[in-house]
């Protein structure tokens, strides 16, 4: 029991960690040679909370597995899984940053995996599926950082890509 503890928290902190990766103070001006993440201010500002709250979901689900209750597993999976809503969101927030987008949505079909194999109560399945999703948290953050823009500049953007 204790080392399955230990792995659920070492998961947690990986997490922790991938999501620290935000953009720099400066603007983004750093030389890490991720992509920019192009984003006026506000909708910036809306995904760092998405990226909050999906960490929150991430801990739900670590402490549900700890005490083997599957069902609170599944409806903390379900709030980091694809939905329509969800969709939409990732590509309006891809709509200037090509790649953005496909990552984004693999993140919230990976997320879903979760919860098929907490239905299961297949706790090795589920452990697995939580590996992968953050695995596919930490390769975003690992790509990308978030550069804000003005909104001109994001109107420019979107409109030259949708051509």
Not at 3 to 26: D, G
Not at 38 to 62: C, Y
């Amino acid at each position: 029991m204790k080392c399955r503890n230990i792995k659920l928290w070492f998961l947690l902190l990986m997490l922790v960690l991938a999501l620290s990766m935000t953009a720099h103070p400066s603007g983004g001006q750093t030389l890490d040679g991720r992509k920019p993440l192009i984003l006026p201010a506000m909708m910036a500002a809306h995904q760092k909370q998405n990226m909050r709250e999906h960490l929150i979901a991430v801990q739900e689900i670590v402490a549900a597995l700890s005490t083997d209750d599957f069902n609170a597993v599944e409806q903390a999976a379900k709030n980091l899984g694809y939905n329509e809503a969800m969709g939409q969101r990732c590509n309006m927030l891809g709509a200037a940053t090509p790649g953005f987008t496909a990552m984004a949505l693999n993140f919230h079909h990976t997320a879903d995996r979760i919860v098929d194999a907490a239905k299961k109560h297949d706790r090795a399945a589920t452990m697995t599926a939580l590996s992968n999703t953050l695995t596919t948290c930490t390769n975003c953050h690992a790509t990308f950082k978030q550069t804000i823009v003005d909104e001109q500049t994001w109107q420019r953007l979107i409109t030259k890509s949708g051509e």
